[in-house]
């Protein structure tokens, strides 16, 4: 069996590519030979590559392809991956083609029964043909010769994300900021590849305004971040919306307590007071992030229920072994 595995902006480091690359290699692990298609804009796709079944990530993107290339798309497995379903649903530019694309679809992958839960509201008469499989996490690497390295005495938050409105990177660096001359020995550390310029020219201004104690250090290849997570002592996520974020899943496995934004994407992960602390607001934001600055113990207490969660729901979870079961009754049925 041969998949075509389509997903947007696959030259970049985002949540999508590490989705897809996970699950390419999962799927090689069956036998099951994959190709992927990067939908990028600018670049004008006519036709798709043969193959057995066709996989589409993010329904606006990949409806958009399937109406542009004259390749036959009938029978075809779509995941909802975060924006597509948070926001682009609720756009009045685009909801059209995420409608159309669910509806046409054989089957429609989600994350998490939240997630399932939100698209049938919408979208009433795809019930029966949207499918829960929770992603796997990655095994990452921990490098010795890693070039950053965390300073003595210090406490460091970690904030994986690329740079684009989204994730609502200011709103740590702010919040942070308001505390940090309390306890002057934290630090904040962000990750991430730039995905929209305007939004990093006002993270960059807020980045020199408040340096050294915030750093940021780009894109590091994701089988290199075991080595950030290993230095961290706290993980943040702080978007307006998320899918199912592949980077507090690897924090929260890694043993990472976790602070995250109450969006439908993080409350599929984190149980508030649990496996990680979730805020609604500022006040919350800064409540919570006194608690695990001063508190040793929560922070070991939260990192190791987050970690038992992971390796419980997350780990060796028959993610490609599902998919592969969906792609043979799709094919049977064409048979």
Known sequence: MKVILVTPNYHQQRGNTITVQRIAEKLSKLKIQTEVVSITEGHNIKTLPSGDMIHGFNAYHFYKLKQEVSTKIDDYVVTLTGT?????????????????????????????EEAKQLLIREVPTVTNKVVVIPQDTDELDVDSGFPFLKEENTLLFVLPAGIRHVKNIPFAINGLKNIQSEFPFIRLLLVGPVLEETEWQQVKTLIDENQPWVRYIGEVQHKKMGTIYQQADVLLNTSYSEGQSTAIMEGMASGLPVLVSKNNGNLSLVTHGSTGFVYENIVDFYHFAKQLIQHHDVRTKLGRTAQEYIAKHHTNSNEAKSLSELYKHIIHNRK
């Open 84 to 112: 597509d379903l948070n926001h682009d649903l609720f756009d009045q530019n685009k909801r059209k083609n995420v409608v159309q694309c669910v509806l046409e679809a054989e089957f429609v992958h989600v994350f998490s």
